[in-house]
């Protein structure tokens, strides 16, 4: 592997409060290259808050510290929020857990991803429907024409959540970071917008962060994973490795997970006190 | 003896024709579990048996005896719901120990310290949580503590509305395991809401599969084990739900 | 606060729901406090509320008593805002017109704030007709202009304090059922809600006991706010001689004797209105104070 995409040493989030700094990450280190990333985790484990740093999304009275956090050479920390936004959506993109949180809710679908594209391209506006038409087709959506013209609250959360990908890859960056994407879908239609999200990922070579609270999720749908307990990486494995995985707090939580041929009668229940001080 | 009995369930919410000819029958002592995706009508289906949907017909039948149509008193302390969300179903403002003791003074039920104490015990919340606000508990705690509500007033059903779908996996583990002894020792019927088919597997007796209002299959959770739904879109159900498990 | 006090206040485990009640208070005290605009609103609110209770050791004169070989004397050592047309001592009317100010404030709140918290939660709760026929003689009072309906009613009633201060009330209600319905709407349908319905409670009890306590934050903050306009608004009333009747020292009435000299003697009308200004202003940040404590969508907890 060439320069790795991004490289994450000892990061650390800290929220000052008034009961004392609260440390949400502690010293995560990572490189990611071209390839898919699980961050697994529970609430808490600051899995989301990792997501943000890397874009810089985290504000004040936040205070974000690393040794190293460079992404294909530039050193992020060094970036001034100005300079950020013209990373942000044109080479790392985020796409999130509730497309009802995240789509506008008084423009139209296709104003929304014409404003992704507008923001760091500037195109004749015949070429913008185009695009925005290609990027609907390319997430499956039949009928992109009218659907561009709906407004979010008119489409469902499966459809809603694709055009959010649309838009955040429409202008074609070179890293995806997807929190909790399909934790607000229904079941079947997850495998779908998981499918899209590895489509498009493998076809425009792009790096992805998966974060997510299901283990079993992420290890079918990336290559590598890191489990995050409280703001540390305990554990770091390929996918396929997850069984063998050596960490209690891993062990732990892949057998509190029921199983569809359960037979056992209480679930293991995870004892905190085993790795709380590692 | 049948605790629960639905016929003929037609639901209705405004113009929508949510359930369609629902009908099912739940033996005392039995956990069941109504399955499928958003839309399917599962969670109106338990709104309808507690009183919260009231626009139905057909009959609703608990130990015997027809239920009217709204909220009942008497019914009340039959049949209880453990809601979904943990962070939605506890008032904000009400110590843990208001929100307990209110269905006891709703219904005139006397020795109100000795229960409140005697149910936190079985649900496994410490008394030093008692006069705390549900922001000052976890998601796991206040779960429990939706739990203990549903059991003060000692109700024969519960109706269980996808009870941990909000919490972590290792949460999660803790109140299905809870849920399970409460069930034995107090010989408790459930019927529970979810979409998540490996919690069936562990925590119901038989189940029913529900799309767009219809059920599809009723069926042993001995045969869900063994990936053995006969209907196509049960079987669909399952195999998304063995690839999720890698 | 001695320690044990303090440490009982914030204990994460209290033993009694009094001590969480309390508790509670505390700390929304505490973040109040940490406002410094709150904390200028609180001083001057509290400043009104002394100088009512101890207007007879504040002032220098009786407020009543003319001289008119003193009359329309500038503010000096004796007179400390000077005196007015009748040789009265300004600081003494101001100092006096303290308690009306507050007796105005405290009855409109006393009347119209419960008044339309309940209209309010009792229409968002049971919806259907209910909620549109007490909406529709909501929308039928707040359509009219306040200050002209005040007006309106306190001419048909006569004037003076009294009738002020319910014509003001009848006007004010309205905005507190609204936004009482508005709060109720945004819970009604929430699982709490649900489960306590489900357990038997009437609707009397669902009121009273979950609905109104939530719709209370902002209530106590819109009507904090709203006090800075019922000021103005009964010195409006005062100002054209339809609220206090003359010799009483409301501030309203006295700017509008000031008014005819306000070129040559100007502390007359200016003396009570520096007082309105400050007192209002002590409303309004003391209310937005409130807001951003109590305010569940700011995100906080209390």
Known sequence: MSTPLLEVDNLRVTFPTARGDIDVVRGVSFTLGRERLGIVGESGSGKSMTGRSILKLIRAPGIVSADRLTFDGIDLLAQSEKQMRAIRGARISMVMQDPKFSLNPVMTIGEQIAEALLTHQRLPRREVGERVKAMLESVRIDDPERVAKLYPHEVSGGMGQRVMIAMMLIPEPDLLIADEPTSALDVSVQAQVLDIIDELVKRKGMGLIFISHDLNLVSSYCDRILVMNTGRVVEECEAGELRNATHPYTRGLLAAIPRLDENRDELPVLDRSVWANS | MTALSLKNLDISYGDSHITHGVSLDIAEGESFALVGESGSGKSTILKAIAGLAPEWTGQITAFGKSRSHGIDRHFARLCQMVFQDP???????????????????????????????????????????RFRFPHQLSGGQRQRVAIARALMLEPKILLLDEPTSALDVSVQAEILNLLKRLRREQNLTFLMVTHNLPVVSFLCDRLAVMRHGRIVEIADVADLRQGALKEPYSRELMEISATHAA | MTTTVHAWLIDDSPSSRLQARLGRAWRITGVLTRNPLAVVGAAIILVLILTAIFAPLIATHDPLKQDLTQ??????????????????????????????TLVIVAMVAVLAAPAGLIIGAVAGYFGGWTD??????????????KLILALALVAALGPGIENAIIAIAITSWPGYARIARAETLTFKNSEFIAAI??????????????????????????????????ILTAAGLGFIGLGAQPPLPEWGAMIARGRSFILDQWWVATMPGFAIIIVSLGFCFLGDGLRDVLDPKSGEQH
């Open chain 3, 132 to 145: 549109r026929i007490l909406m529709g003689i909501t929308d039928v009072f707040l359509s009219m202009p």
């Open chain 2, 87 to 129: 962070y939605g179903s506890l008032h904000p403002r009400k110590t843990i120990d208001a929100t307990l003791s209110e269905p006891l003074a709703i219904h005139g039920i006397g020795n109100q310290n000795e229960r409140v104490e005697a149910v936190m015990a079985s649900v496994g919340l410490d008394r030093k949580f």
């Open chain 3, 197 to 230: 319905r489900l357990q038997g409670a009437s609707a009397l009890r669902v009121i009273l006991g979950h609905v109104l306590p939530l719709c209370t934050s902002s209530m106590i903050v819109r009507v904090t706010l709203d006090m800075a306009g019922i």
């Open chain 3, 71 to 100: 009359r329309l004397l500038a503010p000096g050592a004796a007179h400390w805002m000077g005196t007015d047309e009748l040789g009265r001592d300004i600081w003494s009317r101001v100092v006096f017109g303290a308690r009306i």
